[in-house]
């Protein structure tokens, strides 16, 4: 299987400053159409987890836009520009490009200083 | 608006059966593959199992293999999954995950997405 590798595992992070959150793979995400299937989730405290970017750069619908993805083959980033409180949670990146085997990151839980 | 709602949680001793159920709304569900994914207390997230559309295409994780059955009414739009012979380890949040991809057509295949996950239930095994 695929292995996920988030870093770090904790993060506390000042109210209005930046935070980032990288995820490697054990192999390359690309996939035979050319697009490279690797997702970020949020977590927030006692809710399910939620989408926040497909595709490694690809914000959902309704997502803030001081999220933002990027990355290529093995190496990904997830940024916040600015914490806001409502950002505390745990977040998982997911590769889809090796199904069914789908894999996640171990989770980087995202806290205010 | 898109919803996932699953059901049939419970408390369950060792070696036991329960059948959790995910009703879908909003969407055309018909039109999706659908997944199951894990939580234990306190860790992340496992996928468990996957299946297609039209129910070609059914994928387990190797700790449920054999344990677990996937299935899907596409007429009721509900998911569900089978969970026999129940270990401690089986212990966990269970939410259904909605897809785009997870399948092959005559000419090509596409990846798994997740886009839309359920609320969760709870499976407690324990004597």
């Known amino acids: 299987d695929v292995v996920m590798t988030q870093s770090p595992l904790s993060l506390p992070v000042t109210l209005g400053q930046p935070a980032s959150i990288s995820c490697r793979s054990s192999q390359s995400l690309v996939y035979s159409d050319g697009n490279t299937y690797l997702n970020w989730f949020q977590q927030r405290p006692g809710q399910s987890p939620r989408r926040l970017i497909y595709?490694?750069?690809n914000r959902d619908s309704g997502v803030p836009d001081r999220f933002s993805g990027s990355g290529s083959g093995t190496d990904f980033t997830l940024k916040i520009s600015r914490v806001e409180a409502e950002d505390v949670g745990v977040y998982y990146c997911m590769q889809g490009t090796h199904w069914p085997r789908v894999t996640f990151g171990q989770g980087t839980r995202l806290e205010i200083k | 608006e898109v919803q996932l709602v699953e059901s049939g949680g419970g408390l369950v001793k060792p070696g036991g059966s329960l059948r959790l159920s995910c009703a879908a709304s909003g969407f055309t569900f018909s039109s999706y593959s659908m997944n199951w994914v894990r939580q234990a207390p306190g860790k992340g997230l496992e996928w468990v199992s996957s299946?297609?559309?039209?129910?070609?295409?059914?994928y387990y994780a190797d700790s449920v293999k054999g344990r677990f059955t996937i299935s899907r009414d596409n007429a009721k739009n509900s998911l569900y999954l089978q969970m026999n012979s129940l270990r401690a380890e089986d212990t966990a949040v269970y939410y259904c995950?909605?897809?785009?991809?997870?399948?092959?057509?005559?000419?090509?295949?596409?990846?798994?997405?997740?886009?839309?996950w359920g609320k969760g239930t709870t499976v407690t095994v324990s004597s």
């Open positions: 299946i297609s559309s039209s129910s070609s295409y059914i």
């Open positions: 595709k490694v750069s």
């Open positions: 995950a909605r897809d785009r991809g997870g399948y092959c057509s005559s000419t090509s295949c596409y990846a798994v997405d997740m886009d839309v």
